[in-house]
């Protein structure tokens, strides 16, 4: 089944598809996989009434994306339960013109208004934070490996999913991360460290004690940024790197994420050896609330090739 969605966001900004596939490495671990050859985006989505289905988005017919949800024909209720899911993902609900109207009148990143800024999330806050944890203190091959493990081995499978590997499933429940024992994670995923806390955390979402999902449902209105911030380092193993990052993928863009890419990055770019934190948080203070954001498109412009001129 093929469904098409407008590449308009909710204030009438143009979405631009590829830029939002390719927004940040997390985009590339499992259930997620960047296809760039095809430049396609493939996600294996949970679903509250059925198996999960895996998913392939790509563009469509001018001015619109399309979504071909893989494996047998889907009802109405299935298809409409996943193209929630894929708004989701794709932050289709999420109105950058406000955002949009602050870049316009900078010249290192006026080139945003053309549809870039829509970080690609999880479909829940708890994947999320896994993520985080696994990016922490390692080399990226090192979280690739962990987060593999855990979907393979602990994702539900989509029909027709191959029967080894990662494709095909789901992040896996809290649930499913709790009843995995200490082992899974030192001898399978080979986490480290970070075992005990991944089996800590898993735990006290799947018992209810912690409710990480009130987060992304949250406004700054109703928790702020700062609040959300000491609620995700309180959690193990979220520190203020984990938690900056987090906060990203939640849509919270006030906090800057300083780790040892970043920083080089922005100095490399500003033909510096090296720039205090403090400068870059002085560049970016005008954003506010998105200042965070304007930082990381800052440091991706070139993460995909520039247009021709026409």
């Known amino acids: 089944m093929r469904l098409d969605f407008p590449l308009v966001g909710p204030g009438g900004e143009p979405i631009d598809l590829w830029r ?3 927004s940040h490495g997390v985009a590339e671990l499992p259930p997620m996989r960047v296809d760039e050859e095809a430049r396609l985006f493939e996600v294996t989505v949970s679903l509250p009434a059925s198996r999960p289905r895996t998913v392939r988005i790509a563009s469509g017919r001018p001015g619109f994306g399309q979504v071909t949800i893989l494996g047998r024909p889907v009802g109405a209720r299935t298809a409409g339960e996943t193209m929630k899911a894929v708004a989701h993902i794709l932050r289709l609900d999420e109105d950058l013109s406000a955002f949009y109207e602050r870049a316009a009148a900078d010249p290192d990143l006026s080139w945003v208004t053309a549809g870039a800024g829509r970080m690609i999330r999880s479909q829940t806050v708890f994947e999320e934070v896994v993520k985080s944890i696994c990016t922490t203190n390692c080399a990226w091959g090192a979280t690739i490996r962990m987060v593999t493990a855990l979907v393979e081995h602990l994702g539900a499978s989509a029909p027709g999913a191959p029967a080894t590997g990662p494709a095909g499933r789901a992040f896996p429940t809290p649930e499913a991360m709790a009843g995995a024992g200490l082992g899974f994670y030192r001898d399978v995923a080979r986490a480290g460290y970070r075992g005990a806390y991944l089996l800590q955390l898993a735990e006290s979402v799947a018992e ?3 409710d990480l999902e009130s987060l992304g449902r949250a406004g700054p209105e109703e928790i702020s940024d700062e609040e959300v911030s000491a609620r995700l380092q309180a959690l193990p193993g979220v520190g203020p790197y984990a ?7 939640l849509g919270r863009y006030s906090p800057l994420i300083l780790d040892s890419w970043t920083r080089p990055t922005y100095a490399r ?6 720039v205090k934190d403090s400068a870059i948080l002085r560049r970016f203070r005008r954003y506010g609330r998105y200042a965070g954001l304007a930082f990381w498109l800052f440091l991706t412009r070139d993460w995909v090739e520039a247009p021709p001129p026409a």
């Not at 938690?243 to 993928?249: D, L, V």
């Not at 770019?269 to 090296?274: P, S, V």
Request: aromatic share 6%; proline share 0%; charged share 30%.
């Open 20 to 22: 939002t596939f390719v």
């Open 208 to 210: 209810g004690r912690v």
């Open 243 to 249: 938690a900056a990052h987090t906060m990203m993928m």
């Open 269 to 274: 770019l500003r033909r510096r050896k090296e």
